[in-house]
């Protein structure tokens, strides 16, 4: 089994998502020594926001050094994302969204004619046959009730998943992390707890 890790927060080694999306990763190779990983840390090593000279490379149309070298990078991007069996992407919620180097990431892989296509019926998702895993951490509690309106977090993400194709998709919520260390303890064991059942299950179905 190969398996996709996308991280994404600014705190390193602080960070409550890459501390879960690691100790999934960490089950899974302990079921399967013979997993294969790769690892996108995204807040120690972004991806490029599209700039005016790199814009056309996910058009397909390259233009320059830099165009050429965005279409490059796109390139292994989704490579990595059509060779993994399981992807597993961790999320914090910045201002009510998803972090910016996350939104650069899906920006270089959410591309016409490769990932999704057009058709008379309306957008197809080409990435098909995917398992996805989100790890999401909120400071606040935004899974239901007052809040819920200004989650601009999960919707988003399943969006830009969906579009690909990827719409097996299982979202672990770490929230309240603001609430207190006792709401936050617990709140982080329950997602923990939730990632050891979802590792049986994961691997079961996607080896």
Known sequence: MKALIITSSALGDSSVSNRLA???IDRL???DPSLETIVRDLGSDPVPHLLPETVSAIRGTPEGEAGREALALSDTLVAEIQAADVIVIGSPMYNFGIASTLKAWFDHVLRA????????????????????VVIETRAGFYSEGPAAAMDGQEPHLRILLGFMGIDDVTFVRAEKLAFGPEAASQAIDDAARQLAGLAERELALAA
């Not at 004619?113 to 996805?132: C, H, I, Q, S």
């Open 29 to 31: 190779r302990a079921q």
């Open 113 to 132: 004619g490769v990932t999704f296509r057009y058709t008379e019926a309306g957008p197809e998702g080409l990435v098909k046959g995917k398992k996805a």
């Open 22 to 24: 690691g100790e999934l």
